[in-house]
């Protein structure tokens, strides 16, 4: 989520996360890092934030757990290859006791001491007690396998047939979006923020709060294609477990692009839901239509309000956040706009739009940079919004997302040299045509504690990025919030 998401900082650039991509680069810019923004700013009573570096658990090799002279006797790819899969079974193993550790040090506690309702929890944890049998499975095989002098055979066989069991996650990283949306509300409360600090200066976290326990299955999901191959990069070509491996690739694979597919339609559909119209004729088909949401996240306008901003497939909806019914929701702040029929212009800095005036001059020189244009004019309706982001970086991945949302848009529309011929997309240094480089956020989703889902614009909502859509046109944005 969002897409395998791991939800960034405010005013960050979310994206989508990719689950077949959190391996290389995340999804979308819900611009989906580990763990997706917290909505509201600590209490006064909260304490301090403890070191931001987390602990993580001692590498154990095969080398170093096994008989020495087995290693002697065995060739350096052979080693290799005992290495990779040693590694499979120990992430299962260190897997399985985070996900007890969860349920055990937060949620059973949590229920006992009434700092949140059965349903929050369930809610929060999703069907993460029913992913721990099926790691269990996957381990039990792999040590069964396992020789007494520590090496493994053959483990291709194992995985073609476990493997189609991870289908089920697809309802646990479809919750994300929702769990971490009302974990970071239930931050409000001070008993929920003060047990949850407490567990976090405790021993056993390794400085881990609850949300990066809580995203440990979908990193791993989404490491399972490199650990495969990294088992089959040392197995010759002339061993039985090299087509059980390919096989087994293929499988992994398909299942991570499908869960990526569904979790960045469950993210899409969070939003929309919480989109508030302030009159009947705000409501566009285009919201509704939509199965991907582009990117979101905070830009200011050029007044300094903060605005949050939702690109999805063929609609930008600029909204302000609001709280309603006690949830964090989005107030439509104008009428959306029509990806195919949007102006998008990049501002040199220094130069923005007050009151129909060009102004290159501000007591603060902050407040002048990182500026970009969107405006439509469609007969009598017209908008122009000059919107303000966190910085260069965040401003260049909502120009890119844009940009490529529309290019998608005129593509499936038949109108691929549109863009070209009639809009250009304008440098308001040069005045000139921007190239058209296509830029991808590369996440690492191999740490056991990152998220949010989603790259983080405001999530750029990164573990990854946000997913895949079923458009081939729009094959390359990604869900993912990283965060920017």
């Known amino acids: 989520m969002s897409s395998l998401m791991s939800p960034g900082a405010p005013g960050s650039l979310h994206q989508p996360e990719d689950l077949c991509c959190c391996l290389q680069t995340e999804r979308s810019i819900s611009f989906r890092s580990e763990s997706r923004p917290d909505i509201l700013t600590p209490r006064p009573w909260s304490r301090n934030a403890a070191p931001s570096s987390t602990k993580r658990r001692d590498s154990k090799l095969w080398s170093e757990t096994f008989d020495v002279c087995v290693n002697q006797m065995l060739t350096s790819k052979e080693i290799k290859r005992q290495e990779a899969i040693f590694e ?227 609609v930008l909806v600029i909204t302000r956040a609001v709280t309603h019914n006690e949830q964090l929701c989005y107030q439509l702040y104008r009428q959306p706009i029509p990806v195919k029929d949007l102006l998008l212009e990049d501002l040199q800095d220094g130069e923005v739009r007050l009151g129909g005036s060009l102004r290159g001059a501000f007591s603060n020189n902050e407040r002048i940079k990182n500026f970009f244009r969107v405006s439509f004019k469609n007969g009598s309706q017209s908008q122009t919004h000059s919107l303000q982001a966190n910085d260069t970086f965040n401003k260049q991945q909502w120009l890119n997302c844009i940009r490529q949302a529309k290019e998608t848009v005129l593509c499936a529309a038949g109108q691929a040299g549109v863009l070209d011929s009639e809009e250009p997309f304008l440098n308001a240094t040069t005045g000139s045509r921007e190239p058209e480089g296509e830029t991808k956020l590369e996440q690492m989703d191999q740490s056991d504690s990152e998220s949010d889902c989603s790259m983080d614009t405001s999530e750029v909502s990164l573990d990854c990025e946000r997913m895949e859509q079923t458009d081939s046109s729009c094959g390359n944005s990604r869900h993912v919030e990283s965060n920017v």
Request: charged fraction near 30%.
């Open 88 to 314: 499979l079974s120990q992430g299962e193993e260190d897997l399985i006791e985070d996900l007890k550790l969860a349920k055990k040090a937060y949620h059973d506690p949590m229920l006992k001491l009434s700092i949140m309702t059965e349903q929050e929890l369930n809610q929060i944890f999703g069907t993460l007690d029913s992913l721990i049998p099926l790691h269990e499975e996957l381990l039990s095989q792999l040590r069964d396998v396992r020789k007494p002098d520590g090496s493994t055979e053959h483990v291709g066989p194992i995985l073609v047939g476990w493997l189609p069991c991870l289908s089920s996650y697809d309802s646990y990283c479809s919750n994300q979006v929702a769990a971490k949306a009302l974990l970071d509300h239930k931050k409000q409360d001070h008993r929920v923020q003060d047990f949850l600090q407490r567990c976090l200066e405790s021993p056993f976290s390794r400085k881990l709060d609850l949300w990066n326990f809580l995203d440990i299955p979908r990193s791993r999901l989404v490491k399972y294609p490199l650990l495969l191959r990294e088992i089959l990069r040392h197995t010759p070509n002339d061993n039985p477990d090299q087509q059980h491996l390919e096989e087994a690739i293929n499988i992994i694979q398909g299942i991570v692009a499908e869960i990526n597919t569904k979790t960045g339609e469950s993210e899409c559909r969070y939003y929309k839901e919480r989109l508030l119209y302030l009159e009947e004729g705000q409501k566009d088909s285009l919201i509704d239509s939509s199965k991907v949401l582009c990117c979101h996240g905070e830009l200011k306008n050029n007044r300094g309000a903060k605005l949050h901003v939702f690109l999805f497939q063929e």
